[in-house]
Structures are given as C-alpha cells and as structure tokens.
C-alpha cells in the first residue's frame, strides 16, 4: 500500500484501535491536525514555504481483521500490478482523508474512481461513452512498453 500512495502518506501501518473502519488517516504528534490544515490553506496571506514541512504528515492506519483490508490483501498476493487492487488503495485513502476531516485535492478523480466501483459492482461493461478517466496512479511495475521502444530503436 504505501508503494500505490507513495507520497501521500509517510507511514502505513497496521493499528490495534480500530474496530468497524477498514482504515483511517492520523496525523503525528506535532503535525496539523485537519482542521488546522484547512484553516491554514484558507488564508489570504499564507506562506507557501511553511505548507510543506508543516502539513500534517499523514499516517494511514488498518484494520487487520476488517474483510475489505483481508480481501484486498489476497488479491494483491495473486496479482501485485492490478489497476482494481491500487484503484481500491485509492479510493480507500480518499474516504479515509475524508472520514478524517482532511480535503482531497482532486475531487473529480475521487469521484470517478466511485463510478468506475459502481460500475463494475453492477457488472456495467465501459463502452467508451463516457469521458476518459484521468488516473494520477503510479505506472505497473514490470510494463514492458519501454522495453518495446528500445527494441524498436534497435
């Protein structure tokens, strides 16, 4: 997981609080909270500078015994490069940062992200009607397109 949200989070780790929530997002000990995080993005006259190293660095929290993170976890042991498996990890994190009270910084994707679930939850075949989906996921491990270029040059 921390691989798919690469830097988004500093640490994924599994926690012994959670109960019902597959996951959630904490903040450390001398980071922002969510609230303070939004009240400082909202100022007229903020420094940029400080929002980097004072941003609340996020941890993301699982639930070991919740199916969805069981679940998830069997299917990124059959198939680590599965655009469902990081869509999931996504869409996951997304909710978590909202459960916590933080903002997403692109909405339109989350949003999409839900109806692509919905769709395949539905068994809705994609027939190209609907807009293209841009994905800000990192690429597959082991694509071979780059290996396809150089043999091309060659």
């Known amino acids: 997981m921390k691989d798919i949200l690469d830097n988004k989070v500093e640490k994924v780790c599994v926690s012994q609080r959670l109960v019902t929530s597959p996951c959630c997002i904490v903040t450390s000990q001398y980071g922002w909270t969510a609230n303070m995080e939004r009240i400082m993005k909202a100022q007229a006259l903020r420094d940029n500078s400080s929002l980097g190293y004072m941003a609340a660095k996020k941890h993301l929290e699982l639930n070991p015994d919740h199916s969805i993170i069981q679940e998830l976890k069997k299917k990124a042991e059959v198939n680590k490069n599965d655009k469902s498996v990081k869509d999931l990890v ?24 839900i109806h692509r679930m919905i769709e395949l939850g539905l068994g809705i075949e994609d027939d190209g009607t609907t807009e293209e989906v841009i994905d800000d996921l990192p690429p597959l491990e082991g694509d071979d397109a780059e290996a396809s270029k150089m043999e091309e040059v060659d």
């Open 90 to 113: 996504m869409l996951l994190f997304e909710t978590s940062l909202l459960a916590s009270g933080f903002s997403l910084e692109d909405p339109t994707t989350h949003s999409s992200r």
